[in-house]
Antibody
Framework: EVQLLESGGNLVQPGGSLRVSCAAS????????MSWVRQAPGKGLEWVST????????YYADSVKGRFTISRDNSKDTLYLQMNSLRAEDTAVYYC?????????????WGQGTLVTVSS | DIVMTQSPDSLAVSLGERVTINCKSS????????????LAWYQQKPGQPPKLLIY???TRESGVPDRFSGGGSGTDFTLAITSLQAEDVAVYYC?????????FGQGTKLEIK
């Protein structure tokens, strides 16, 4: 059974940093592109970032480019999102998603999400 | 980036009635090399993560009831529910994966009349 378990969400001050993680199980993690999608309170879904199977290729939404870094450790079956220079508008539930090997993929599995709150 | 626009933003339908939700992309998401539309639909219920319903615009995900169907090609797509059930109350999102910079529609909230 595919499982995606996010962790690391917390309350952080504006300008601060936070790293969220996603522990994957139930599939061959290294064979699949992975992505982060976020949802601000009461709002819709926003794609944040995607990483290729090897980690060589990464893509970001304009709203986070230059501040967020996606990475993966295929030896630990874990996906990461390093978030720097956080802003109030980054407050959201961050979902880890799995697709197919290609980065051009729909998201067939979603984690339960981890809440990041940016506030003073 | 490709902009995805859904309509309507919300709708209320009676149980047993048909529902149609529209999604329009700002450019075609039909990939000529494989003749597939890179378009998916998701259902999100309160307090839950989104659930994949439809991919490649019209392929139903395993386990999804057959009252859900997807259609369209190029830039115009629809999600239809043939006979609305109480458990279908949710927000529905379309998603294009034609480019590495994915985008979602703004969502359509479906309620019971």
């Amino acid at each position: 059974e595919v499982q995606l378990l996010e962790s690391g969400g917390n309350l952080v001050q504006p300008g601060g940093s936070l790293r969220v993680s996603c522990a994957a199980s139930g599939f061959t993690f290294s064979s699949y592109a992975m992505s982060w999608v976020r949802q601000a309170p009461g709002k819709g879904l926003e794609w944040v970032s995607t990483i290729s199977t090897s980690g060589d290729s990464t893509y970001y939404a304009d709203s986070v480019k230059g501040r967020f870094t996606i990475s993966r450790d295929n030896s630990k079956d874990t996906l990461y999102l390093q978030m720097n220079s956080l802003r109030a508008e980054d407050t959201a539930v961050y979902y880890c998603t799995k697709g197919h090997p290609s980065i051009l993929t729909y998201f067939d599995y979603w984690g339960q999400g981890t809440l990041v709150t940016v506030s003073s | 980036d490709i902009v995805m626009t859904q309509s309507p933003d919300s709708l209320a339908v009676s149980l047993g009635e048909r529902v149609t939700i529209n999604c329009k992309s700002s450019q075609s998401v039909l990939y000529s090399s494989d003749n597939k539309n890179y378009l998916a639909w998701y259902q999100q219920k309160p307090g839950q993560p989104p659930k994949l319903l439809i991919y490649w615009a019209s392929t139903r995900e395993s386990g999804v009831p057959d009252r859900f169907s997807g259609g369209g090609s190029g830039t115009d797509f629809t999600l239809a529910i043939t006979s609305l059930q109480a458990e279908d109350v949710a927000v529905y999102y379309c998603h294009q994966y034609y480019t590495p910079r994915h985008t979602f529609g703004q969502g359509t909230k479906l309620e019971i009349k």
